[in-house]
């Protein structure tokens, strides 16, 4: 049986929790294990030689290759022909991404920055192109020294007025500039069948929706029993438990920046209840998940950005607001945003347009409504802000996969998981 890959932190750095990048150097002298990296990173290789396996497919290493590792995917260094020195930069991919798209993409253009890296997740630097991405690398490193240093050293960094701004941008560079040579210098796409180790990724992608092991065997073509194997066998956290796990880093997002309940971050994040969320984030973080919020929101937005609290502002307003006759051109003009904008935001804050978004809170009312009440189905459809029972019908199909008459039938309070369980 194959050994359980490590995973790394969910944060970015150990000394510092609320830390948006760390820096650091590594000298490899040999072959490494398997790691599984909830936090992405980018490595800049500045001399050696060797052979990297990226969610089982290979990459040579070689001096200016610059490498971007994504949330949740699997790295090996399984060979190495002379030391490999490199440099370091952990990061919050998330973050970045929301404001690379929010606030550096003015003129809304097509932007998938998971994708592109995913298709191309290595690139070949020299000259120029090389000498700036090395620059950028030791920019940070100026401003934040090293991760495996004392943080006590007195030749560590002190904190400078904007720190988190100048990072942010620096490490905007890095990416736009990772895109920009790859159009140029980077691998053609990698072919053959989806691997296995795909499977991290697309979960992180979609924590918010209704995740099965049958909608993945439909997707990555195994069955169910083989995802579930892969998976335990890989990290040793069972399916469900996996995905706790990485919705811990979601919820730590939300409890800085916004004032959701705990009942209503479960729900978007796809946690069970309270109950559920509190549990798991205590076992995971080692302190309540009230009490972190107590603790670290007082440091404020990533950067200084008073506009990102605002956007999960557009998200708790049609939560709290899904009964009445809402529409994408109404709730824009409460937050002085077109439409286009709206459906801009609400993708990167939960992963659905206006429409999914607000069809997904009214019909997991209507499922409580069923169960708890005899009221008739019309009259459900109008108390959580549809016009007809058919209205609700088809979002239910959609959302359920069964219509609410049949949900009414066939399931009961005591066929929800408990806590603990998805």
Known sequence: MAEIVPMQSLYCSMQDENRICSFDIEVLTGPTTPLIHPMSRFWLINSGKGTLMLN???????????????????????KVESPIQFFVMAYYFDNINEIIKTFYNPGNEPLSIIQTLSAGPVLYLEGEDLASMQKLFLQIKGEIGMESSNPSAASRPPSRELSNLYITNKLIEIIINFLRAKKTASLPPCAGPIEPSEIFQYLYSHLNEKITLSKLSRIFYMSESSISTYITRTTGLSFFDLLNEMRIGKTIN?????????????????????????????????????????????????????????????????????????????????????????????????EMNFSDYLNF?????????????????????????YHNEKTLTRNFLKFRSMTPGKFRQSVGLQDFPSPGHV
């Open 56 to 78: 089982n497919r290979p990459y040579e290493l070689r001096p200016g290759a610059v490498v971007s590792v994504l949330p949740w995917q699997i790295s090996d260094i399984v």
């Open 361 to 385: 809170i009214r019909v997991n009312r209507a499922s409580e409504l069923l169960l708890l009440t005899s009221k008739s189905i019309l009259e459900i459809a109008l108390e959580t802000g």
């Open 254 to 350: 939300f409890l800085l920046y916004t004032d959701f309940t705990l009942e209503e971050l479960a729900e978007i994040l796809g946690f069970v209840d309270s109950a559920h969320i509190s549990k798991v984030f205590s076992a995971r973080v080692g302190m309540k998940a009230n009490e972190f919020r107590t603790t670290y929101q007082n440091v404020g937005s990533l950067c200084r950005i008073k506009d990102r609290k605002d956007f999960y502002s557009i998200v708790s307003y049609i939560y709290r607001h899904y009964s009445e006759p809402l529409n994408p051109r109404m709730v824009g003009e409460r937050f002085l945003l077109s439409p286009k904008e709206l459906n801009r935001i609400l993708l990167y804050q939960v």
